[in-house]
């Protein structure tokens, strides 16, 4: 039996996305973010309040990074989504993760995180608080791929679970997109 449980926000696999930019001063700010995705062919979306301070910088620099959280991180991803820079603004050196500028952009890349994209804002939808932003490009570590592509059971990345506020590991292969379909097709 299903049940209704109204209009909730319920998007499921949610992953666990690592914003950082540089501060006026270029002190690194990286702030924890659920809710983003795809918004098109190389381009990103991200929700972001107005008060936070990454949204800020995201404004004044333009770049920026996203990272996926991973389990092995999953204490200081939770912290950096729990405390505000505008609050401390030491937060990210208290995490003990490291971070180098990047090549490309203006923005500091986390070196802990195998997955980093790195970003240029596109546009801002003020009313949605939505950034929009391009793909300059993506640096991925090694260790998590096989055959030159991402193996999420390498990745460990984290996902959330808004409905009861958990973090989840994805990882478990079940079938090949695109194939396994193919089955009812041919019949």
Known sequence: MKKNLGPETLIYPMPVLMIASYNEDMTIDCMTA???????????????????KT???????????VSFAIEEYVKECDYLGIVSYNQDKDKFSKTGLHAVKSSIINAPVIEEFPLTIECRLNKVVEEEGLIIAD?????????????????????????????????????????????VGLEIKNR
């Open 34 to 52: 659920a809710w983003g995705g795809v918004a098109d062919t190389n381009k990103i979306s991200i929700c972001l309040d107005s008060s936070h």
């Open 55 to 65: 949204t800020k910088n995201i404004l004044l620099n333009k770049d920026f990074t």
């Open 135 to 179: 793909i300059l490009n993506v640096i991925v570590d090694s260790e998590i791929l096989t055959e030159g592509k991402i193996d999420l059971s390498k990745f460990k990345v984290l996902t959330f679970d808004q409905a009861n506020r958990t973090y989840h590991v994805i990882g478990k292969k079940v079938a090949d997109a695109f194939k």
